[in-house]
């Protein structure tokens, strides 16, 4: 009798949330909605033999992590080509037509919402898993936080599902919770956000649910990842209504048009309407509505041929240059910035906006007390587009560039093929020695917690480091003769430090900030060379039998690693312990497949993942019947419940670090 009432409510829940989040026709007010919700937490409260993880009771909850697990995208992430203009629209329509011999196709139009992209994973119509886009290969996983988000079901509507559906979509924040939320933190003194999509993104990347369900997030789903189990329809946009079917939100925008000219026509439409629309949006995004066309299109490196995001402007706004800067970054190359009277664009406060270079500085002519006109180039990076002339002043002068460094006056040389001017100084210019020491420390690259750019500006400033390698020289008291830094504070960074020596190959070589080489790239080199010597005494032909590797590539490592001060610098990181760490797969635990659930009291989701791998283990992030064993830690959930199921082998922590 009681198990029936609860299921009756939540039953009732579940289509009232369908309703209000999917139909946008709520049948019934929030008063009455409020009253099914409490009698069904008064109900679990007194049963709680009956609650079960899909109850809407449960968003929220769950012990605050200590940071978020890597996730592995079954099924890459992918990106979209951009468009800026109607002629480059045309130019992808006119490539689809060639390509599929049509004269006409039709595509999906909807929003580009300036949000977070996100996969969700349902196995068997439940909510298992959900993970940020992060590279596109892996993301972070932050199912908790996620569950918070009301307009995500937990468990799917009807019960006609795919064994596993992977839904991916977008997480935002709608205008007006955004502002809601501004004016909440301004009353209590907490520091406002810039604009939705930050608020959105600092909500979600919150390690305890609790204050990621506070905020006000959204989520619309746009497409699919890995399916089994299920036959999919033959259209997107009849995709969409079966995702619309199963729970899931989609675009009240979602068109489908009859050609580019119709496609044209609609994002002229919603650009009219981008200020009413109740979410930021930063663009238009076609797709081919037949599945067959886009398997016949299919993809190129980071990007599905059949799909397109049509960028809408960056909202412009004029305002002044108070003054103009020129900043030496982390390669040396000089960067002309303008300092511009504060000015709200897209909300955001603009005070400074690139000028690039000293050529793009001299073509456009600004100059000190000019208006112009600034936008945010994709709506991130502010630059100025134009001087408005006839408000010049008449005290104007053209902006002289400095004929040497502007911060350690070292000589200047322009950059090969390139229009950049790089000082020549190296690592003896103060303002290069911060930017590689704070690449070095960053997190991509040897993750040193805690050492941010104000103690490095100190540390440079003081004359105590000249090299990435004077980090791991400094001692306790060293660090305690900072300002700032208290005696916690300095065993932490100590500790930190001591930790980071042990690190991966593409790791380290993206540390050492050489030019063209990228954590991707870094990455590649290492499946092929096992460690940094060897990388170092190979040739140019070496490298350039490596596929993805090309000439500038080579060129740039050759120099590096030819360069006597960096020979110095690695020998000294050798000599101090670092070490990169190599997996030898014919280990004990060759051939199997583990799956980490719950919490461990004695390592992260990371180190034990990294443990098992040096053994030569396949970790997984989902249970099936090719699982060996499952390590389960505290707040084991769902995928223990399936191990038991499939009777797969289940090793608690005591158990799980005898066997390491």
């Not at 977070?116 to 439940?126: D, N, P, T």
């Not at 500085?361 to 408005?388: F, H, M, S």
């Not at 690449?439 to 480091?465: C, P, T, W, Y």
Request: include cysteine; proline fraction near 4%; glycine fraction near 6%.
């Amino acid at each position: 009798m009681i198990k029936q009432a609860i299921q009756t409510l939540r039953q009732q829940i579940k289509q009232h949330d369908y309703a209000y989040y999917v139909l946008d026709a709520p049948q019934i007010p929030d008063n009455e909605y409020d009253q099914l919700f409490s009698e069904l937490q008064r109900l679990e409260q007194q049963h709680p033999k009956f609650i079960t993880l899909d109850s809407p009771t449960q968003r929220v909850g769950a012990t605050p992590l200590t940071q978020f697990a890597s996730v592995q995208h079954r099924q890459k992430m992918l990106s979209l080509s951009n468009a800026f203009t109607a002629d480059e629209v045309r130019d992808f329509a006119l490539r689809l037509q060639k390509q599929l011999k049509q004269s006409v196709i039709d595509c999906v139009a909807e929003p580009k919402i300036d949000g977070l992209a996100i996969s969700l994973r349902y196995e068997h119509g439940q909510l298992v898993q959900a993970a940020t886009r992060g590279d596109g290969n892996a993301g972070e996983n932050v199912t908790q936080n996620v569950r918070t988000i009301k307009s995500i079901p937990l468990s799917l509507l009807g019960d006609a599902w795919p064994q596993i559906l992977e839904v991916r979509g977008e997480i935002f924040m709608p205008k007006k919770g955004f502002h809601a939320l501004n004016q909440q933190r301004r009353t209590t003194g907490e520091k406002t956000f810039a604009n939705p999509r930050n608020a959105a993104a600092g909500s979600l990347r919150q390690l305890d649910a609790k204050i990621t369900a506070q905020r006000p997030l959204d989520f619309l789903s746009y497409g699919l990842g890995e399916v089994q189990g299920f036959t999919l329809p033959a259209s997107y946009l009849d995709i969409l209504q079966q995702l619309k079917a199963w729970g899931l939100p989609i675009s009240v925008e979602a068109r489908l048009l009859h050609g580019i000219d119709a496609c044209l026509t609609y994002a002229q439409a919603l650009a009219q309407r981008r200020d009413a629309l109740p979410y930021d949006i930063d663009g238009i995004v076609y797709k081919v509505n037949d599945l067959a066309l886009q398997n016949q299109l299919g993809f190129i490196a980071r990007a599905p041929r059949w799909a397109l995001a049509h960028k809408l402007p960056g909202q412009e706004q004029s305002t002044q240059v108070e003054a103009i800067h020129v900043q030496v970054g982390r390669t040396g190359v000089l960067t002309p910035v303008a300092q511009l009277k504060p000015v709200n664009i897209a909300g955001v406060m603009v005070s400074s906006a690139t000028l690039h270079n000293a050529n793009e500085l001299q073509r456009k002519d600004v100059r000190v007390g000019d208006t112009v006109v600034v936008r945010r180039a994709g709506d991130v990076i502010p630059e100025i587009v134009n001087v408005v002339l006839s408000k010049r002043p008449p005290s104007g002068v053209p902006f002289v560039f400095p004929p040497c460094c502007p911060v350690c006056g070292g000589a200047l040389a322009q950059v090969v093929d390139q229009v950049a001017i790089r000082c020549t100084a190296g690592s003896l210019c103060p303002a290069q020695r911060k930017q590689a020491l704070a690449h070095f420390v960053s997190r991509d690259a040897l993750d040193v917690n805690g050492l941010g750019a104000a103690l490095i500006e100190q540390l440079v400033d003081k004359g105590m480091v000249q090299t990435v390698a004077d980090l791991y020289t400094l001692t306790l008291e060293d660090w305690l003769s900072l300002d700032l830094v208290a005696d916690k504070t300095a065993h932490n960074l100590l500790a930190a430090l001591e930790n980071s020596k042990k690190t991966t190959l593409p790791r380290l070589l993206y540390a050492l900030g050489i030019p063209e080489i990228g954590l991707s790239t870094a990455t590649l080199l290492s499946q092929h060379c096992a460690d940094l010597h060897q990388l170092s005494q190979a040739s140019a032909e070496n490298l350039l039998t490596i596929k993805g590797i090309g000439e500038v590539t080579a060129r740039c490592l050759l120099d590096f690693f030819q360069s006597p001060d960096n020979q110095r610098l690695i020998a000294q990181l050798h000599h101090l312990g670092i070490q990169t760490e190599k997996i030898d797969i014919k280990q004990k635990l060759a051939g199997k497949t583990f799956v980490l659930t719950g919490t461990l009291s004695q390592m992260n989701r990371q180190q034990a993942q990294a443990a098992l791998e040096n053994l030569g283990a396949k970790v997984s992030t989902n249970v099936s019947k090719k699982t060996d064993y499952l390590v389960a830690g505290d707040n084991a959930g769902s995928k223990l419940h399936k191990a038991q199921q499939l009777g797969i082998k289940i090793l608690d922590e005591t158990r799980f670090n005898q066997l390491l």
